[in-house]
T-cell receptor, first 115, second 115 residues
Framework: SAVISQKPSRDICQRGTSLTIQCQVD?????MFWYRQQPGQSLTLIAT?????????ESGFVIDKFPISRPNLTFSTLTVSNMSPEDSSIYLC????????????FGPGTRLTVL | AQKITQTQPGMFVQEKEAVTLDCTYD???????LFWYKQPSSGEMIFLIY??????QNATEGRYSLNFQKARKSANLVISASQLGDSAMYFC????????????FGKGTTLSVSS
């Protein structure tokens, strides 16, 4: 399995500010994704982080609000921009290890509260 | 359209008993994978078990087994000999076309195990 770390683990932010979440994997992975889990809800895909190119966003999510970088096969960042209380969620990084399409692992998540 | 349905918002079971968590899926793609995750109150997503659409046998991982009924499009999770530590939210998820697309999640089932 892949070991995934996320920073920060939690944060409390003021509306209008931005927060960058980091996702680091201990091995090269094929796919990296970013999910959001709003309070009491299931997981919703924000985007697929593509190495060396622009992320692929799902309907309802835009690059200006959630810019994503993936400079290499083990690291990605998600920025939540111009935050509002509606952005209060758990943000999770998820990876598919190389050669293991039957597995998909999640990072520990970043619990964000926007005041 | 691809969809995962979990119809049980909450389930209650006594320690040492077995419990089945229901999951039905909808896809017209012949190649897909089905996943189950456990999410305790800490928020992390723990990968439990995977079943590929072409797998001949039902998947098993320790106390977890997946009752895969392809004709019925169901992928129920069976937990044998429940433990207090099994109390958590459980999510069923599907990946369509094993080329590395993202997971689609159901709404989840909360499992409560009592002594």
């Amino acid at each position: 399995s892949a070991v995934i770390s996320q920073k920060p683990s939690r944060d409390i932010c003021q509306r209008g500010t931005s927060l960058t979440i980091q996702c680091q994997v201990d091995s090269q992975v094929t796919m990296m994704f970013w999910y959001r889990q709003q309070p009491g809800q299931s997981l919703t895909l924000i985007a697929t982080a593509n190495q060396g190119s622009e992320a692929t966003y799902e309907s309802g999510f835009v690059i200006d609000k959630f810019p994503i970088s993936r400079p290499n096969l083990t690291f990605s960042t998600l920025t939540v921009s111009n935050m509002s209380p509606e952005d209060s969620s758990i943000y999770l990084c998820s990876v598919v290890p190389r050669g293991h399409m039957g597995e998909q692992f999640f990072g520990p998540g970043t619990r964000l509260t926007v005041l | 359209a691809q969809k995962i349905t979990q119809t049980q918002p909450g389930m209650f079971v006594q320690e040492k008993e077995a419990v089945t968590l229901d999951c039905t899926y909808d896809t017209s793609d012949p190649s897909y994978g089905l996943f189950w995750y456990k999410q305790p109150s800490s928020g992390e997503m723990i990968f439990l078990i995977y079943q590929g659409s072409y797998d001949q046998q039902n998947a098993t991982e320790g106390r977890y087994s997946l009752n895969f009924q392809k004709a019925r499009k169901s992928a129920n999770l069976v937990i044998s000999a429940s433990q207090l530590g099994d109390s958590a939210m459980y999510f069923c998820a599907m990946r369509v076309n094993q080329a590395g697309t993202a997971l689609i999640f159901g709404k989840g089932t909360t499992l409560s195990v009592s002594s």
